[in-house]
């Protein structure tokens, strides 16, 4: 098993050396399907930086999200007028949930509305501004930070793909908590009354539909359960952690998607199998450093180093424990072995590794 000291040293240089010269981090570099930037996937990584004080990374990825947002002002504005007319938005009307890493649309064929990714960017921006305590950073974004927040005001209750690149036709409940926690954050630094009043529409939103059995479920119309829920707790604050809601969604997680440590999607799944995810499995264990069950955490910790590779490469999920084994065939036929590595897994191994130590 690799040592705590070496992953983390291993995936802060997978990290930078896999940031593009313009500032976006590629999703896994020896992924063709994942070789783009993800506004979601760039904003956990640039957090894990700024936890570590890879300061220069992450402003980098800000100033290049900055800019890639800049340039759909006009897309935007338009779709707020065919909003406004009542025309039929389709998928790639809407804002890129992806980027070529120079900060390009891009042009293949992809679930491009997703949410959650911008809710995301929102709060991992806020973050930097907080821990940097550097006030200016929100009036130097200021343009980009109104785009998202106009994006998010308007089609937060519109259904969209999840932060799976899933169900485009449902409303899923991470989203929303994304947008939540996004919305919420950056209010701390842009005065716009309807941050507030958004996030309370959201959250009431939640409270009216998507809970079941006293706890989260999937999407308004799935009352299954999702790893990604627990984002609904940690990072973005929806409910506070020892809320009966988070308490009874992290036992139906751990109950339905917990193989020994490791977490599933949902029950299910057959991407390569469906086996356990890294960046779920460390939300697992950043909730246990919430609710002080360090240990637990701690396990986690130690179960994510046991799956890296010799070469210190995290992959976006392990097969040992899949759904369906004949799956694991058919993905590979398609496009190759599992993602390695995969720069939000590290990043959420770094987050985990860092609260692990501030709880300690």
């Not at 793909?161 to 919420?184: M, P």
């Not at 995810?277 to 360090?294: D, M, P, Q, R, T």
């Not at 986690?300 to 040992?320: C, M, P, T, V």
Request: include cysteine.
């Amino acid at each position: 098993m690799i040592s705590i000291a070496d992953l983390k040293d291993k995936s802060i240089k997978i990290i930078t050396s896999n940031q593009h010269y313009s500032g976006s981090y590629v999703a896994s570099p020896n992924f063709s399907i994942y070789n783009y930037c993800w506004i979601k996937d760039g904003a956990f990584t640039a957090y894990a930086m700024n936890l570590w004080e890879e300061n220069n990374s992450a402003d980098k990825f800000f100033e290049w999200s900055h800019n890639v947002i800049l340039k759909q002002d006009l897309k935007l504005k338009r779709i707020l007028e065919m909003k406004k007319r009542g025309d039929i938005l389709l998928n790639d009307d809407y804002l890129p949930t992806k980027y070529t890493l120079d900060g390009n649309d891009s042009l293949d064929e992809w679930p491009n509305f997703q949410l959650d990714g911008y809710g995301t960017w929102l709060w991992a921006l806020s973050e930097r501004i907080r821990i940097s305590n550097n006030t200016k950073l929100a009036a130097e974004y200021r343009k980009s930070i109104k785009i998202v927040i106009e994006y998010l005001i308007n089609f937060w209750d519109y259904p969209c793909f999840d932060c799976w690149q899933e169900n485009g036709e449902k409303i899923h409940t991470s989203t929303l908590a994304a947008i939540y926690g996004g919305l919420k954050a950056i209010s701390n630094y842009i005065e716009d009354e309807r941050l507030e009043h958004t996030a309370n529409l959201i959250k009431q939103y939640v409270i009216e539909n998507c809970i079941a059995d006293g706890r989260l479920k999937k999407c308004i119309d799935d009352e299954n359960i999702d790893g990604s829920l627990l984002w609904a707790a940690v990072p973005f604050n929806l409910f506070k952690v020892n809320d009966f809601i988070v308490t009874n969604t992290v036992k139906e997680i751990e109950d339905k998607l917990v193989n020994n440590i490791g977490v599933h999607r949902y029950l299910g799944d057959t991407y390569y199998g469906g086996g356990e995810w890294i960046v779920l499995s460390a939300s697992l264990g950043l909730y246990y450093c919430k609710v002080n069950e360090i240990e637990k955490a701690k396990d986690i910790l130690r179960w994510i180093e046991d799956k890296a590779k010799e070469n210190g490469e995290l992959s976006e999920q392990i097969l040992e424990h899949v759904n369906d084994e004949n799956y694991i065939k058919k993905w590979r036929s398609l496009w190759g072995d599992v993602a390695s590595p995969v720069l939000w897994a590290h990043a959420m191994y770094l987050i985990l590794l860092y609260n692990i130590k501030k709880f300690s």
